[in-house]
Each structure stands twice: as structure tokens, then as C-alpha cells.
């Protein structure tokens, strides 16, 4: 799978940008993701401790922590997800990233 960068070429075409897109389409990340999802958090929440690890203050950024939303959403809505509600705020703990996220929930088929 591919990600379309859109408005985020700006960051997506760095170095760090490229290896999250990698990182993040991991099997044990998105087993993350899906995780959080299904106990009703947002996706990006359980992630956070682990971007700190991998890649420190360089994604405690805006603009990357933008980035990597989106590119949650490129690799989550595929999997049959969508949004449920955006601004979710995530509870603070000592790895704090993320202060919201957005939560996503299976889609209905019809």
C-alpha cells in the first residue's frame, strides 16, 4: 500500500517520514491500532509510547503528529474502518504524544 502525502508532501518526504510509513504499517502496530479501536480508543493512543521509543522528540512535532494521523486513517480505513468521532482526548500518562486522537469503529455493511 501506498501513501498519498496530499497536503502532508511537506513532511512525508523526509527521512522520518518515510520510515514512519513503514513503522507504521508493521503487523504488531497495526494489531495496535486495531486493538485501541475495538475497546472503543483512538487508534493513534496506542501508539504513542512506541513512536516515543523509535523516533523521540521528533515526533512530538505538530505538523508530525498531523502526519501520522493521516496516515493511521490511510492504513486503518481500508481495513473495513471508519471515523467514529474526532478529538478524542487520551488520558495523560507519563509517554504523552498524543492529548487527542481520533477513534474509528468496523464499518456497517448494508
Same mark, same amino acid.
Given at each position: 500500500?501506498?501513501?498519498?502525502?496530499?497536503?502532508?508532501?511537506?513532511?512525508?518526504?523526509?527521512? @522520518?517520514?518515510?520510515? @514512519?510509513? %513503514?513503522?507504521?504499517?508493521?503487523?504488531?502496530? $497495526? $494489531?495496535?491500532?486495531?486493538?485501541?479501536?475495538?475497546?472503543?480508543?483512538?487508534?493513534?493512543?496506542?501508539?504513542?509510547?512506541?513512536? @516515543?521509543?523509535?523516533?523521540?522528540?521528533?515526533?512530538?512535532?505538530?505538523?508530525? %503528529?498531523?502526519? $501520522?494521523?493521516?496516515?493511521?486513517?490511510? $492504513?486503518?480505513?481500508?481495513?473495513?474502518?471508519?471515523?467514529?468521532?474526532?478529538?478524542?482526548?487520551?488520558?495523560?500518562?507519563? %509517554?504523552?504524544?498524543?492529548?487527542?486522537?481520533?477513534?474509528?469503529?468496523?464499518?456497517?455493511?448494508?
Amino acid at each position: 500500500m501506498n501513501y498519498k502525502p496530499g497536503s502532508f508532501s511537506d513532511v512525508f518526504n523526509t527521512p @522520518l517520514g518515510e520510515r @514512519l510509513w %513503514k513503522f507504521l504499517n508493521e503487523n504488531d502496530n $497495526i $494489531i495496535r491500532m486495531e486493538t485501541a479501536t475495538y475497546l472503543g480508543r483512538p487508534a493513534a493512543e496506542a501508539l504513542g509510547a512506541v513512536l @516515543l521509543d523509535r523516533y523521540g522528540d521528533e515526533v512530538r512535532v505538530d505538523r508530525m %503528529k498531523q502526519l $501520522i494521523g493521516n496516515m493511521i486513517r490511510q $492504513i486503518i480505513e481500508p481495513r473495513g474502518y471508519q471515523i467514529d468521532r474526532q478529538n478524542v482526548r487520551t488520558p495523560p500518562s507519563r %509517554k504523552d504524544l498524543f492529548t487527542t486522537g481520533t477513534r474509528y469503529k468496523l464499518r456497517v455493511s448494508s
